[in-house]
């Protein structure tokens, strides 16, 4: 029920109550547990409160892929791609047997470089950039950030996105 609790408040951006939610944790000794650290990172993450996500991944004894991919689209949201980088290659780098960057892991490095394009870089990107991410994430089953993305598009869409974007998302339902 807490994992369900602090996943919604970094939906809603709810931080003040995620931090509450965080302290019945510690006073009730329900932690250290993996799904409860991942759902601490990825509340904080989603909440912009990238220092606090970065304390408590750095404070988890052993990491699963989810940890790391959480860390990952912390970074990824709000445009800090080489931060996001750095994580993946920590990943690379732990010699951990049991975690292997999976299609989440490149999801969220996709959505952190599609990030600094956006917020970095003049006229990028164009609709060709934008085709392809919103089909990776449809392929990837993320139809609704697929939808995020399209929704903050200041570009027209022709024909041949929409296609692309239906043909993403119904690989899913075969």
């Avoid at 970094?10 to 993996?34: A, C, E, S």
């Avoid at 989810?66 to 931060?83: D, H, R, V, Y």
Wanted: with cysteine; net charge positive; proline share 2%.
């Amino acid at each position: 029920m807490v994992v369900y609790t602090l996943s919604a408040c970094g939906h809603t951006g709810m931080l003040q109550l995620g931090k509450l939610i965080q302290g019945f944790v510690y006073r009730n000794g329900l932690g250290p547990d993996w799904f409860i650290w991942n759902a601490l990172v990825d509340m904080y993450g989603k909440c912009g409160s990238l220092k606090e996500a970065r304390r408590i991944f750095d404070g988890c004894l052993k990491r699963s892929l989810t940890s790391w991919n959480s860390m990952i689209n912390c970074f990824a949201l709000p445009g800090k791609s080489e931060k996001a980088r750095n994580v993946f290659v920590e990943i690379i780098q732990c010699g951990c047997y049991d975690v292997r960057p999976d299609g989440v892991t490149f999801m969220g490095l996709l959505n952190a470089y599609f990030e600094l394009m956006t917020t970095n870089f003049g006229n990028w990107p164009r609709i060709e950039h934008h085709r392809c991410l919103t089909n990776l994430l449809g392929r990837a089953g993320k139809f609704e950030e697929a939808s995020e993305i399209v929704n903050r598009m200041k570009i027209e869409l022709d024909g041949v996105f929409w296609g692309s974007l239906l043909i993403g998302s119904t690989i899913n339902w075969l």
